[in-house]
């Protein structure tokens, strides 16, 4: 059986921009973002890309049309071959129903109510009904599927089951929690034999998001929403939350049943409308680190606790011991580790694809089990292998063609596989940035070890060199360590964790340590760490060994090969343009060493 899972819309950051004001630094603040494609084979996942890799622009919301291209060329099949598309969406008429008596409800004038209920009639008709969709996709791929062979999936069933996919299809507990869905903003459960049981009484509608509420917090701070919340979680290690934490005393409320509320509910119709509350309580806003970590802190704990509240109901309502932790607010790594080391789980897995980068994995695997002629999922039927590693890879015809365009801008000579290792530990033992581009780029927001920029974490200052040299951001940006997963519970306290292979986690550095890696210890003495394996990246595990082996230093500095504002690179005509448009000081472009010539005349 072959499913196609897409998510992506022709029309809605339009429909946003004209409806919702969703422009500037409001760009993000939409649904379909991080659009992409994925392609299940009799239940392996043979290929998946986000759109933006492809047509560059960040965050994307347009229909992939180039991600399902390649995804079927990858393949070597036709949408004529495939047998179910999944859309990790379901506005039905039932929802859109809903919605509507959501909006009748709120406490709103009645002239904000028609008006939204007329962008919301706009969006629902020229984008996210079912009908729109399936003209979107015919108008965009030239094929008209058969309404049949095409699967709605409930946005957070889909989260639900990415993560159950990824985790190798064992059974589970899982919390969601994101932005917002069709109606609501989170929700708990079980998966069993691949089965979902949504506990009702766990539901949180949009209008308590903490996903949301964090966005606003986010805006209020001067960052893009819904694309800059990692700021604030660096922001968060230069200061302790206040006591009394604002956030916990005026606007949260938590509810016996695992619920939460706020005091203030979030308006639809005004995305700011909290930045009142958060002046009184914090004073109006200073551009300072001062003035941003305070609140910050404060957005940690509050979250952190939130968090932990609903864990606490879901423990008393399951005995799985495994937990998925899946949507965009499982990306709060610094969330992630206490909230796991205060649980009864016995395990917590938050995936590459936690985000809705990974949304159409997860609507793909749920058509595959749920299709009547699936052999659906036994408890001793073996997983599918997973690896992050799905999307295109270049040979090294493209590589040479890439460089050749860059004509006398760059030198390169070809190395062979053993060279490659040697060259590069031996150039990171001194004070340069490297980029590293090797096969099938890496799903999801985090460089995993094919598209990387990599440097020496004992240099203090490196942090500093990346961020204005080379990202062209803000300086109190940490970076993240990769170390090899034999080595990572002798340089980081990790609980009890064994790995972290999606920098989904982040540890305390052991003071022992803290010296050695400076450059990649964050103020607060916690790094973001990516552990590795022979297995999983062999010529970047052999690369890390040999570099230990020369500077006694146990991790590199992994941060994603791109700069500020620009979606990781993917082409090798991407990596050179990235390359030659920052201080980088050498590309590691599969076997081809590449440098400026500019830094060699």
């Not at 560059?56 to 179910?84: H, M, N, Q, Y």
């Not at 956030?247 to 409320?253: A, D, G, M, Y």
């Not at 070890?449 to 990599?454: D, E, F, K, M, V």
């Not at 200052?461 to 519970?489: C, G, M, Q, W």
Request: with cysteine.
């Amino acid at each position: 059986m072959i499913v196609l899972g897409c998510n992506g819309f022709s029309s809605v950051s339009r429909i946003f921009a004209d409806r919702f004001g969703a422009v500037g630094t409001e760009r993000h603040y939409l649904l379909g973002h991080d659009a992409g494609a994925a392609l299940l084979v009799d239940g392996e996942l043979v290929a998946a890309v986000e759109e933006e890799r492809l047509n560059r622009e960040k965050k994307t919301t347009d229909f992939p049309a180039g991600a399902i291209a390649w995804c079927l060329a990858e393949a070597g099949i036709k949408l004529s071959d495939v047998d179910l598309i999944a859309i990790p969406w379901d506005f039905s008429s039932a929802v859109f129903d809903g919605i509507l008596s959501d909006i009748t409800a709120a406490p709103m004038p009645p002239s904000a109510k028609r008006d939204l209920v007329s962008g919301i009639g706009a969006l629902y008709t020229g984008a996210v009904s079912h009908d729109a969709i399936l003209a979107d996709f015919a108008a965009r791929t030239g094929f008209t599927p058969d309404p049949d062979k095409v699967v709605f999936v409930p946005h957070h069933l889909a989260h639900a089951m990415t993560g159950y996919y990824l985790a190798g299809m064992h059974d589970a507990a899982f919390l969601i929690s994101d932005g917002r869905a069709e109606r609501y903003s989170s929700l708990t459960g079980e998966i069993r034999d691949g089965r979902i049981k949504v506990f009702d009484e766990s539901v949180i509608g949009a209008e308590y998001s903490i996903g949301l509420l964090f966005a606003a917090i986010t805006r209020f701070l001067g960052f893009v929403p819904n694309n800059d919340e990692y700021k604030i979680m660096g922001l968060a290690g230069f200061a302790a939350p206040p006591t009394p934490n604002p956030f916990l005393e005026h606007l949260i409320e938590l509810h016996d049943d695992g619920r939460y509320t706020f005091r203030q509910p979030l308006a639809t119709d005004n995305p700011r409308s909290l930045d009142a509350l958060f002046e009184q309580h914090f004073g109006p806003v200073q551009d300072t680190v001062e003035y941003k970590a305070r609140v910050a802190a404060a957005a940690q704990q509050m979250l952190a606790v939130v968090t932990r509240h609903q864990l606490r109901a879901l423990e008393a309502r399951t005995d799985c011991g495994r937990l998925l932790f899946e949507g965009g607010v499982a990306l709060n790594c610094l969330n992630n580790t206490p909230l796991f080391e205060g649980s009864l789980f016995t395990d917590m897995q938050v995936s590459f694809g936690a985000s809705d980068t990974g949304i159409a994995i997860g609507a793909a695997a749920h058509a595959w089990l749920h299709h009547p002629d699936s052999p659906g999922r036994s408890s001793t039927q073996a997983a599918p292998a997973v690896t992050p590693y799905l999307g295109p890879a270049y040979d090294d015809t493209a590589i040479e063609q890439a460089l050749r365009e860059a004509g006398d801008q760059v030198t390169w000579r070809r190395l062979d596989d053993g060279e490659v290792v040697e060259q590069v530990a031996q150039l990171l033992t001194e004070k340069v940035v490297i980029g590293w581009y090797e096969g099938r780029i890496e799903h999801g927001p985090r460089a995993l070890g094919h598209r990387s920029i990599l440097a020496n974490p004992s240099f203090p200052d490196i942090k500093d060199i990346i961020n204005t040299r080379v990202k062209h951001r803000e300086p109190f940006r940490p970076f993240a360590p990769l170390v090899l997963e034999a080595d990572a519970s002798r340089v980081f306290d990790m609980g009890r964790k064994t790995s972290s292979p999606y920098m989904t986690f982040v540890f305390p550095v052991r003071p022992e340590y803290r010296d050695v890696i400076p450059g990649a210890t964050h103020v607060d003495g916690t790094s973001r760490v990516q552990t590795i394996t022979d297995s999983a990246t062999p010529r970047l595990a052999a690369l890390l060994r040999r570099f230990t082996a020369l500077t006694d230093v146990p991790c590199l500095i992994n941060t994603s090969f791109n700069v500020a504002g620009e979606p990781i690179v993917c082409s090798p005509t991407d990596a050179v343009n990235c390359f030659l448009s920052t201080e980088i000081d050498y590309l590691m472009l599969g076997n081809h060493l590449v440098t400026k010539a500019e830094a060699i005349s």
